[in-house]
């Protein structure tokens, strides 16, 4: 008997080992990437911020608006970063000022513009017992604070590249927006051959990176990459002509990543380079220092502007001619009184993209949505000058 038993076994391990085998299941689906995933979410309606985060919150009975009790913003009120630190407050607390709802408490803190700074600030505010806070600027002191936050919301106003903490949201005035954006309306429009100009500059450098990206995977192509032209006199006094290169004539479009007062001279390099018909666009930089009595000469260019800068309204109902005798406000300081005025509004309507994330808010900077990463990203709207005036912008 326990013969055969055994003989029994080793023919069916025998059976096992020789008889044909199925080759392994193999998945050569390629996994999603970082894209694809947040797409997949976004298509989910998911969001990134714990709902729990603000149970603590008292309510408000109003859907779209409940802030904290103890609001924190930590902000370089000394160093490097000050100036804009200030200009970040001063918006924030004039968005603060016009709320005649009921409002929490707020405290600000001094970063000193460093990591360690950020880290004190932050401590400072948990201990003091606050429920949120906004800030800090810097990348240093973002990523200090991303490190260590929890167990409260926590709005930091730079952009992080690979954010994973779930109780930090991600707020920016990203030069990479702008570039997508530009990107998108070009090709919206058809126009897949562009020329650049653009100043020297990290930001400007940061907004052709993402245009460039974006531009090129929906099919669109630069031909030109060029500084902006410079208008000059020779030994005698007499005007020399900027020449461009001959390639710019090629071009469906023109993208302009300078200010009002550097696109004058380059429009009129495109005009006497046979190049005065193509369509031509810029980013928010090109009403920076612009002289109004002169605009006239950008007539016809499309640019991206924030709904603060344009008064055509927002959440707030603040328009930025109430900020003009600050100091602050002075140049590109209008753009962070903004930006600021924003994370206050992003504070207050914490349940709205709770409830559904893909919900936009109007904001100051334009139109906010919630990323499933945690990323608050903006759309805005698009303008043109005619008569030297801003004006919105039809078309796509």
Not at 168 to 185: D, K, M, Q, T, Y
Not at 206 to 229: C, D, H, T
Not at 310 to 327: E, M
Request: hydrophobic fraction near 45%; include cysteine.
């Amino acid at each position: 008997m326990r013969a055969l038993t055994a003989a029994a076994v080793l023919c069916v391990l025998t059976a096992c080992s020789s008889g044909p085998t199925r080759p392994p299941v193999t998945d050569n689906t390629p996994a999603p990437t970082a894209a694809e995933m947040l797409a997949q979410a976004r298509a989910r309606n998911q969001h990134w911020l714990d709902p729990a985060l603000i149970t603590t919150f008292p309510e408000s009975g109003i859907a779209d608006y409940r802030p904290p009790a103890k609001l924190a913003v930590i902000l370089p009120q000394s160093g490097n970063l000050a100036v804009a630190g200030n200009a970040i407050r001063d918006g924030l607390l004039s968005a603060y000022y016009a709320e005649t709802r009921s409002k929490p408490g707020i405290r600000f803190y001094d970063t000193q513009g460093s990591a360690a700074g950020a880290k004190t600030a932050f401590e400072r505010a948990m201990n003091d017992g606050t429920q949120m806070i906004i800030g800090p600027i810097g990348k240093d002191e973002v990523a200090a604070i991303h490190d260590i936050a929890g167990t409260l919301p926590v709005l930091v106003l730079n952009r992080l590249e690979t954010p994973s903490n779930r109780h930090v949201l991600n707020f920016s005035l990203s030069p990479e927006r702008e570039g997508e954006l530009i990107a998108e309306r070009l090709l919206g429009k058809g126009l897949l051959q562009a020329a650049v100009f653009s100043q020297s500059s990290d930001s400007n450098s940061r907004m052709l990176a993402a245009f460039e990206k974006r531009y090129q995977s929906g099919g669109g192509g630069v031909i030109l990459k060029a500084p902006a032209p410079v208008f000059g006199k020779d030994a005698e006094g007499v005007a020399i002509n900027s020449v461009l290169p001959e390639a710019v004539r090629e071009a469906k479009a023109v993208l302009l990543l300078m200010n009002g007062d550097a696109a004058k001279p380059t429009r009129a390099a495109l005009a006497l380079n046979g190049a005065a018909g193509i369509p031509v666009f810029a980013g928010t930089d090109i009403t920076d220092s612009g002289d109004a009595k002169t605009n006239t000469q950008l007539d016809g260019i499309e640019f991206l502007q924030m709904p603060w800068l344009v008064n055509r309204g927002n959440s707030l109902n603040i328009s930025a001619a109430q900020l003009l005798k600050l100091p602050s406000a002075r140049g590109p300081g209008a753009k962070l009184n903004a930006f600021g005025a924003d994370a206050w509004l992003i504070a207050t309507r914490l349940p709205v993209w709770l409830a559904s994330p893909n919900s936009e808010i109007g904001g100051a900077t334009g139109n906010l949505h919630l990323e499933p990463d945690g990323r608050i990203e903006r759309t805005l709207s698009w303008s043109v000058f005619r008569a030297g005036v801003s004006q919105a912008a039809n078309g796509p």
